[in-house]
DNA sequence: GCGGGCGATTGAAAGGTTTCACTCACAGCA
DNA sequence: TGCTGTGAGTGAAACCTTTCAATCGCCCGC
């Protein structure tokens, strides 16, 4: 691919000689303007927009050494939840003066490793990543060369990173206190691969609560999924609605809300009640929950501030010399709504 | 800010005296692999990751002169219309080898002017923008200093730029001509504001299809928002809810899903029932819209061929020297949902 | 044994910006 | 008058990579 050959675009140097001054005080105009009398700034500045300068970042970072943009490779650029938790380092970024772009991953491994690579060749000031897998040593190989890195919404097990997250295993509790609350005594588990963090530690969280009920072992049902979209939970509600009905649950506790959309959605086409025949407990409390065919309860997580936290933990990285590593856990809230109501 | 002072990644000058080549042969084995001899690569592979070599990105690129990305700057992250947008481009890019990098404008001219000016001083291949207005000179002042930029989802009216987007007049027919199909004889128009593109064209097409089926102006009621977001649709419910029973409409066509959403919850918290006394016609056909509380009537637009083509156009005009600019137009369609049946 | 050819490697230049030590001119002051 | 201080502007070096012409060995064929 050739680039349309304009006039390559003007440098410095160009301005320079048409303004008639030398090259070090164009510099001075762009980073330094009380530097230069005001005469000489309109005059360089005027050459500037006669010439259609636009100041070639790459050679302004390769001598300035700094860069002012931050990264976020998100998970899925499909979920309400990480947009949101983007506005939320957006923020953080903004009062900072540093610029956010944004990269989506798509859940492929490949391909966060690529866009984690590209940012580092960049040289962001600092990178923040949901990553597939928190466990990856492709994260510590990235932070080992150089670039500060902040985990979101997951944790590493060893603390070697900072993270923001929120109690999972609390949130999985929460949810299940509350369908046990509503009688429910045989409850399916939705969502997969098992292998990801999320799943497994609300499963935990709804285990434990499960147990602490008194309830058996095997009326809290998993079905798990491929992943965590929409697509995922329609096909959970096909597999569950295929159950016996004597072994089929009344509730489903969904790992997030996109899975338990699905689900509803899939409930509702085969004429299922919900809640009465089907409850459905949700993960995220995405804006679109609360607006749902059956308004779905949810186990809410502070998607902005989670944001906003990681930034601060990142800028802190970035600029302290004695910075020293730190996980937040938020804490999640359960908001009940028309999906749960008996 | 400070960045904490590492020891200052290392080089290729670094990795070639390490591994006892000259710097020419490190760059070499990067770029063209197939010209270094097996045993030197293998030192020079060696001595890379010994060192932690990370390629810097702003030398390379000022020196070779090219960039490997294309950039997006987004209307909103929040709305899920540009992120499956963004999904259609980034299918696009990666197919052509290049990497997508995204930024919200969050409808705010003067970030999107920021984002665009940082991208461009970036030098990436080109850059799509769903602006704020099509028609603001900061656009045709970026591309006339160098950057080739495709406009998608809006036009611009003269034609001096690639565009892609959906023909919104037929669009807002489709979902008007639906509703008096349906029998409805006033009808809200809901979205804004009234300056948007969108906004101004979806109302254009659902006057024209009003006057047609000989019904009077009047009762094609303009109810404008500040916004298109989930909110502003809350605020037109509360609104309309205010009108006398006698003016009342008992239909309402959204400038888009999200507006409609935000609508149909407050129609509902108030008791009002969707579609007997109320119906409610959506634009975008967002993943939400299937599984609302009532599950929406929709205008839908070919998102990720939107951003396919859109892509495709970027690439036409960035690498072939007879590139002429081209408008495309996708045709919508209506999906009809519960939130129209009568 | 020698010239030619070939693959592998080298060295220096170039790319656009920032930085910093330096010069210049001039005003103020003794 | 001579000196100093100051504000404005200068020029060259440095940042790290890619590129390309040039060099170096070495083998082949005669």
Chains 1, 2 share one sequence.
């Not at 301005?15 to 309109?42: C, D, K, M």
Request: hydrophobic content about 45%; charged content about 20%; overall charge negative.
């Amino acid at each position: 691919m050739t680039m349309v050959s304009g006039p390559r675009s003007a440098s410095v140097k160009d301005v320079a000689a048409s303004a008639g001054v030398s090259l070090g005080t164009v510099s001075n105009v762009l980073n330094r303007p009380e530097r230069v009398s005001a005469a000489t700034r309109a005059r360089v500045e005027r050459a500037m927009t006669d010439l259609g300068f636009v100041r070639n970042e790459s050679a302004r970072q390769l001598r300035a050494g700094t860069s002012r943009t931050l990264a976020y490779v998100m998970l899925d650029a499909g979920n309400p939840f990480f947009t949101d938790v983007a506005q939320g380092i957006e923020v953080a970024a903004e009062a900072a003066g540093l610029s956010l772009v944004l990269c989506n991953s798509g859940q492929r491994g490949n391909r966060e490793a690529a866009h984690l690579d590209l940012f580092q060749q960049q040289r962001v000031q600092g990178l923040l990543v949901t990553p597939v897998d928190p466990e990856s040593p492709t994260l510590s190989a990235v932070r080992d060369r150089g670039t500060p890195l902040v985990i979101v919404d997951r944790t590493r097990d060893d603390a070697t990173f900072c993270s923001v997250a929120v109690d999972d295993v609390l949130g999985g509790r929460l949810a299940i206190e509350h369908l046990v609350d509503r009688g429910h005594t045989r409850v399916a588990f939705v969502g997969g691969p098992s292998g990801l963090g999320q799943v497994r530690e609300r499963l935990e969280g709804a285990r434990r609560a499960w147990a602490e009920a008194g309830l058996p072992d095997a009326d809290l049902v998993p079905i798990v999924t491929d992943s965590l979209d929409v697509e995922a939970g329609r096909e959970a509600g096909a597999r569950l609605a295929g159950l016996p009905a004597s072994r089929r649950p009344t509730a489903a506790f969904c790992a997030n809300d996109m899975t338990a959309l699905g689900l509803l959605q899939s409930a509702i086409g085969a004429g299922t009640r919900v809640p009465e025949q089907l409850a459905i407990v949700g993960y995220d409390d995405i804006q679109f929950a609360a607006a749902a065919a059956v308004p779905l309860t949810s186990v809410r997580q502070p998607r902005a501030e989670l944001g906003r936290a990681a930034a601060g933990l990142l800028l802190d990285e970035a600029g302290n010399p004695e910075h020293i590593h730190q996980q937040i856990v938020f804490t999640p809230e359960l908001i009940a709504r028309e999906s749960t109501r008996t």
